[in-house]
């Protein structure tokens, strides 16, 4: 018997095949590329890790440098590395989201306006030959205008100096916040020092064109984005302050972590 092409069911049984054909495409894609999005999620995060500690080169692959790289598990309230959670499974990122394992901050301490704070956190080392830290890189995270920004800041081996800083996640606007992408604004960083020489938390973001060009301590912030500029210092000064990694910098230094 011929079909009524006419017809409400024709209609809607082609409708219907069609909506679940394109369905069935759609999940097979999501669910058969996740591991694809997970391997690039991760490969992004190494990148970004080396990123901020000079590690990228041209013509080595990331995981090729990622493999210098020591992962450790730290708690910061300690001070200490770690080995409650297995580092190879650990989700610093899931972490932050877990109230059993974060703590509340008072208005006082969360200056980076993160509201709670990790108990326990991933740290990346490129040790020497003997053992001892090259390189030290550190999660840092806070509030800029719009979102958190999170990133990371590596130390040298005196672990006071900054190698470098850089963010992989914001969304602060191109051009005026977002410039804290900006190579030429993340150049500062390298040699600036955390403590001066009495120990106090020294280092600092300036508003834009206000940082004395002589000083070891101070970045210059960005022009027009002075909401993001305070957001970036309130975030560093909180991440190498007491409520952040500075005990356990001070124990890696007297050797206790
Ligand atoms: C559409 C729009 C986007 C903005 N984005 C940012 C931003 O990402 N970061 C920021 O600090 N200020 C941003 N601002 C500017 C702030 O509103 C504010 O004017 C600025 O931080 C003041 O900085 P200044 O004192 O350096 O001029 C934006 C303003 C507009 C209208």
Not at 79 to 90: A, C, L, Q, R, Y
Not at 101 to 119: F, G, H, M, V, Y
Request: proline share 3%.
């Amino acid at each position: 018997m011929a079909k009524n092409k006419d017809s409400i069911l024709y209609v809607f049984t082609v409708a219907f095949s069609v909506c679940l054909v394109c369905a069935v495409a759609v999940a097979s894609a999501a669910v058969g590329l996740r591991s694809l999005q997970e391997r690039n999620k991760e490969l992004d995060l190494k990148s970004n890790i080396l990123a901020a500690a000079g590690l990228l080169q041209e013509g080595v692959s990331v995981e090729e440098a990622f493999s210098q790289i020591e992962t450790r598990l730290v708690n910061i309230d300690t001070g200490k590395f770690s080995d409650e959670f297995d580092v190879d499974t650990f989700d610093p990122v899931a972490a932050v989201r877990d109230p059993a394992i974060t703590t509340a901050l008072s208005k006082e301490e969360d200056i980076a306006a993160i509201k709670r704070r990790e108990n326990y956190t991933e740290v990346y080392l490129v040790l020497n030959s003997e053992g001892g830290i090259e390189t030290l890189i550190l999660p840092i995270r806070g509030y800029g205008l719009w979102s958190t920004l999170w990133g990371f800041i590596a130390l040298e081996s005196d672990l006071n100096t900054v190698a470098g800083l850089g963010f992989y996640s914001h969304t602060e606007t191109p051009g005026l916040g977002g410039e804290v992408d900006n190579p030429a604004w993340k150049a500062q960083w390298p040699g600036k020092e955390i403590l001066n020489e009495s120990g106090e938390l020294a280092i600092e973001v300036t508003k834009g064109g206000n940082a004395d060009p002589n000083s070891s301590y101070q970045v210059d912030g960005l022009s027009g984005a002075t909401l993001t500029t305070k957001g970036v210092n309130n975030l560093v000064r909180f991440w190498l302050g007491e409520d952040g990694f500075q005990p356990f910098i001070n124990n890696l230094k007297a050797g206790g972590a």
